[in-house]
């Protein structure tokens, strides 16, 4: 009885200690995410690229990795050789070589255009294996507070973005894919950690039975899955029209404040302010759905952002682009979670995870089209056009949240 008490105690040390590594490793995945993706229109202005030519490549990155996430996660299903992190550690090692070689790439090539789509793919679809690491840990017993450790992600981009955003301007965009190795080799260290120290736990820790069963989808097509829930695929148009705005300035900020006189140094504290707003929603969520329905929440964060998007849009300085980020500290924690968790709610056993895949996937197709839309408009139009296009998209995607979200 006495060991048994020992080993629970060490165990729940343990617990502890596994969600502080695993928060680290969140928390460099999206400073890396910051690196590539939120300054890629920086470095690729600084290499001769035009607005039009961001927009393709981003787009492409985005295409590439929703083709690369399912054979990724298949391998990781699949394979006798390769675990979940063995895979990460894999994509880790492949992401030091492009994001090192980017140092050395310093016009618009060929070669510049296909590393960084590749390295871009790979960094999207890094996340939702980084994201399955919690639930993994969780089946076999360790808990996971997903939310929290969730949250340090966007402490950690907020830290990261006011940092590079300092240093580009300082000392040129070459800081940005040195940032980049540094930050992956972090994170690969926290992943080496987190393994180890979930590796030495299942050696004290009792795994919980109710964690063994595994979840089967039902054994039908998408095609029968959208044909079955019409009002639900509806309602996921409506969240990628409103998500796209969300896409349109996380690829494209640079462009909107170099409009109204700003510069990287202000785009990355305001890449920082934003993160930090988002913090409080995502770390008390699950507090918020004991009071709020996921239905209301979805509704009243799609509202924030257009708010967020329309004030940006009249903004005639840096200094009121904060003001209409503040939307922020509701808009994007609550409108992700809600969306997600809305999908396990409203749909009949065996179809969630088709659920959860079409919100994503919705998600993912929205940063498609704000990418290649964005850069096309940026060129021919300004950044007030593409806000004002923004603006009237997530207006009509509101509008089709309000009508369905009740429904399904």
Do not use: C
Request: glycine letters at 8%; zero cysteines.
């Amino acid at each position: 009885m006495l060991q048994y008490i020992n080993n629970k105690k060490n165990g729940d040390n343990m617990n502890r200690f596994l969600n502080f590594t695993y928060a680290a490793v969140q928390g460099f995945y999206w400073m890396y995410f910051a690196v590539i993706i939120s300054f890629a229109s920086v470095f690729l202005l600084d290499r001769g690229y035009s607005n039009s030519q961001i927009g393709f490549i981003l787009a492409f990155a985005n295409i590439l990795a929703v083709l690369i996430q399912p054979v990724l996660a298949d391998i990781a299903d699949r394979s006798k050789k390769l675990s979940l992190i063995s895979v990460v550690y894999v994509m880790g090692a492949a992401l030091i070589l492009g994001t090192g070689s980017l140092y050395f790439m310093d016009q618009r090539s060929i070669v510049l255009t296909s590393v960084f789509v590749l390295t871009g793919a790979l960094q999207i679809s890094l996340q939702p294996l980084i994201n399955s690491i919690a639930f993994h840990f969780s089946k076999a017993g360790s808990y996971i507070n997903f939310g929290a450790t969730r949250s340090v992600g966007s402490v950690a981009y907020a830290l990261i973005s006011s940092i590079l955003g300092a240093l580009v301007l300082a000392f040129g965009t070459k800081t940005i894919p040195l940032t980049g190795v540094i930050v992956i080799v972090l994170l690969l260290s926290a992943l080496f950690f987190t393994d180890k120290l979930f590796k030495k736990e299942l050696t004290v820790h009792i795994p919980d039975s109710s964690f063994d069963e595994p979840h089967e989808d039902a054994a039908i097509t998408l095609l029968q899955f959208m044909k079955r829930n019409k009002v639900f695929v509806v309602l996921t148009l409506g969240i990628m029209l409103v998500f796209f705005q969300n896409a349109v300035i996380n690829n494209f900020l640079i462009q909107i404040l170099r409009n109204i006189g700003g510069d990287s140094s202000q785009m990355g504290r305001l890449f920082s302010f934003m993160a930090l707003l988002e913090m409080p929603g995502l770390f008390f969520f699950s507090k918020l759905r004991k009071r709020f329905s996921s239905q209301a929440m979805l509704k009243l964060s799609s509202l924030a952002f257009i708010g967020k998007v329309f004030f940006t849009y009249l903004a005639p300085s840096v200094g009121f682009v904060y003001l209409a980020f503040l939307f922020q500290l509701i808009s994007f924690p609550l409108f992700l979670s809600s969306a997600v968790h809305l999908a396990d709610e409203v749909m009949e056993k065996g179809e969630a995870v088709k659920g959860q895949s079409l919100v994503t996937g919705m998600m993912t197709l929205s940063g498609v089209f704000a990418s290649l839309l964005g850069g096309a408009v940026l060129d021919l139009g300004g950044p007030s056009q593409l806000l004002l296009i923004s603006t009237v998209l997530a207006v009509i995607g509101t509008v089709s949240i309000f009508l369905t979200v009740n429904r399904v």
